[in-house]
């Protein structure tokens, strides 16, 4: 029972570098999301899709992109990597953007050098 | 500004006692509330929610209730268990948008 994959769990990256992390849920769910957690905070919205082919910025979109490849996947993508993008990333989904509680990944450590 | 606010960075309670832990918020237009517990390196898991027209749900140990005119919320676990011990975070959603705004958590370490 897999529910929400993401990969990779650890990544370190270099000033400048970029790189995609990768989401796909198996329960069939039409939402999708990306959350980064910094250290003593609570999660802060990325970027969300609530269906198939639409994405929609979050509360914290600056140097990021997203992709709603299809149902099951949403990448998210840093573009230029900077050492303020440091931080835990976790992709959820839930069964649609309704009244309806997200299922988390269990999330991939980045740090920026 | 922020607009889920659990205002206890922390706290410790005894096996068998009730834990209560609580989350503000101040958007009125926040009309679905979910609390998530963590443990360390897993994601986030879904606990127990509560629609803006009740003022109160349970499931098993735990409780949440809704104080709408004070915009508050609290979770009762009663009793609380050491594998209760985890970072408990508020998170509220507005309008069926299904995204949801997260308070910055409470740890909550239950000592046997």
């Known amino acids: 029972n897999a529910g929400v994959t993401q990969t990779p769990k650890f990544q370190v990256l270099k000033t400048g570098q970029s790189m995609t992390l990768q989401c796909a849920q198996d329960?069939?769910?039409?939402?999708m999301y990306w959350y980064r957690q910094d250290p003593g905070m609570g999660l802060r919205l990325i970027y969300y899709?609530?269906?198939?082919?639409?994405?929609d910025k979050g509360e914290v979109p600056n140097g990021y992109n997203v992709s709603r490849l299809n149902k099951r996947e949403f990448s998210l993508r840093l573009e230029s990597a900077a050492p303020s993008q440091t931080s835990v990333y976790f992709c959820?989904?839930?069964?649609?953007?309704?009244?309806?509680?997200?299922?988390f990944g269990q999330g991939t450590r980045l740090t920026v050098v | 500004d922020q607009q889920v606010k659990q205002n206890s960075p922390s706290l410790s309670v005894q096996e068998g006692r009730i834990s209560i832990l609580n989350c503000d918020y101040t958007?009125?237009?926040?009309?679905?509330f979910l609390w998530y517990k963590k443990y360390p390196a897993e994601g986030p898991t879904f606990l127990i929610s509560?629609?803006?027209?009740?003022d109160k749900n349970e499931d098993g140990r735990f409780t949440v209730f809704l104080n709408k005119s004070a915009k508050h919320l609290s979770l009762h676990i009663v009793p609380s268990q050491p594998g209760d011990s985890a970072v408990y975070f508020c998170?509220?959603?507005?309008?069926?948008?299904?995204?949801?705004?997260f308070g910055d958590g409470t740890t909550l370490t239950v000592k046997p």
């Open positions: 959820a989904s839930s069964l649609d953007r309704g009244y309806t509680e997200a299922f």
């Open positions: 329960m069939n769910h039409n939402s």
């Open positions: 899709s609530a269906s198939e082919g639409t994405t």
């Open positions: 958007n009125s237009m926040f009309d679905y």
């Open positions: 509560i629609s803006s027209i009740k």
């Open positions: 998170a509220a959603s507005e309008n069926n948008a299904g995204k949801s705004t």
